[in-house]
């Protein structure tokens, strides 16, 4: 089993301290291993058994505690009087009225609380109106490559080859798995993704106005099709609707902004806005949207050959989002720098491109970064190794010695 240090660290930074611990992220992306991870650690530490309460909502033994009621019971009885309880409540948005249980729970003395979620619509409601500034958001992504190459006994440039198709889920990279039986676990959390995260919050969201459920899984793996064909490039709500309509499937742009919605609340897929980058302003135009995994997006949309450049552009947003930068698209003028990170107010330009031996395309890449007038570093992020050096300031660097740094 792999440490998640980055976010064990986390864990281990915020424990015991009055603030609610809620780590968010795609299904199987490793949070419930995270939290046995930091039990385990919990125990070894001293922490006796009899402090820790750790439920998995979606475990039939507790089935039962999804009833709020039942629930805030069980936690007090299981409780130690006098000591410091460690609450773990792992997928907590099968719970209807769960933030009842929680906020009550948070005003007394001695609960330590963590929770897990696969939509993030959950925490945008009655928790957030409740515990405004009583909980941090915790960010989990499937294996970055550095982790995906410390499991393949591989060279890195073939190990950042298979894991462009296969991606970072961590149990296909702890298991040997055929292409049939990848294909198939895939499968599996794609689907539950669409019919269990996006479909009960679209629900629930429709019943809380009132009206009537939306039920069309079809258009939900129509408009995630699309994204998938189109990441990196800009698109907007008009675009989209004006798509399926040149495909005599008609669709008003209010459906299409409530399912692209709910496709990036499940943590499917991450909208990025795009940045003046003299004003350092976010402008309202079109957005680019990424994929949470590659080998996602290999299982919606097969193909033999994959666009290298925008594959490589989505890993390295996810990097990015890892190495906790706030990210946007650049935009100067008529011309675009594909990522502006941005960390405690310093900000770093990136581009990304398979190759910059083409003299055109080196001058394209360049082009952009040699227009920006201030002093903030420069980087192009590249598969090909005869091109990286410095170049009046401009860094070139290949990108899988950059995601292993």
Not at 29 to 46: M, P, R
Not at 276 to 288: A, H, P, R, S, T
Not at 331 to 341: C, G, P
Request: with cysteine.
């Amino acid at each position: 089993m792999i440490e998640r240090k980055e976010y064990l660290d986390k864990l281990r930074e915020w424990k015991d301290q009055s603030i609610i611990k809620v780590i968010t992220g795609i299904r199987r992306c490793g949070k419930s291993t995270l939290l046995k991870l930091f039990i385990d650690e919990l125990l070894n530490n001293g922490i006796d058994a009899e402090q820790i309460i750790s439920i998995n909502f979606e475990e039939m033994e507790y089935e039962d505690l999804l009833d709020y009621k039942k629930l805030y019971a069980y936690i007090k009885n299981h409780s130690v009087e006098g000591k410091m309880t460690y609450l773990f409540l792992d997928e907590i948005q099968n719970v209807d009225f769960y933030e009842k249980v929680v906020d009550s729970l948070f005003v007394k003395d001695n609960y330590d609380i963590y929770m897990t979620g696969s939509n993030s619509y959950i925490f945008s409601g009655q928790l957030a109106t409740n515990l405004r500034g009583r909980y941090i958001e915790i960010s989990m992504l499937p294996f970055s490559f550095k982790e995906y190459y410390s499991l393949n006994n591989l060279d890195k440039n073939q190990a950042f080859n298979e894991y462009m198709k296969v991606g970072g889920f961590p149990y296909i990279n702890q298991h040997d798995m055929n292409d049939e039986q990848h294909n198939l676990y895939m499968e599996g959390i794609y689907n539950t993704v669409l019919l269990k995260d996006i479909e009960e919050r679209l629900n629930r969201k429709e019943m809380e106005k009132n009206t009537k459920k939306i039920t069309d899984v079809s258009l939900l793996k129509s408009i995630s099709k699309y994204l998938s064909s189109v990441l990196g490039s800009p698109i907007s709500i008009r675009s989209i609707t004006n798509y399926f309509k040149s495909n005599e499937r008609k669709i008003s742009p209010n459906t299409v902004s409530t399912y692209l919605d709910a496709l990036c609340e499940s943590y499917l897929y991450y909208p990025v806005e795009q940045m003046d980058i003299f004003g350092k302003e976010v402008l309202k135009l079109n957005k680019k949207f990424y994929i949470v995994d590659m080998g996602i997006r290999n299982f919606i949309l097969p193909r033999k050959e994959y666009d290298l450049g925008f594959t490589i552009e989505n890993i390295v947003y996810l990097e990015l989002l890892r190495r906790g930068y706030i990210v946007n698209v650049g935009r100067l003028d008529t011309t675009e720098v594909d990522f502006i990170a941005r960390k405690k107010d310093i900000y770093t330009y990136f581009q990304v491109t398979a190759s910059m031996v083409d003299k055109t395309t080196f001058e394209r890449e360049m082009r952009p970064l040699i227009n920006i007038q201030d002093n903030y570093e420069k980087i192009i992020l590249t598969l090909d190794n005869f091109t990286t050096g410095n170049y009046n300031g401009i860094k070139v660097i290949n990108v899988v010695d950059w995601l292993l740094d």
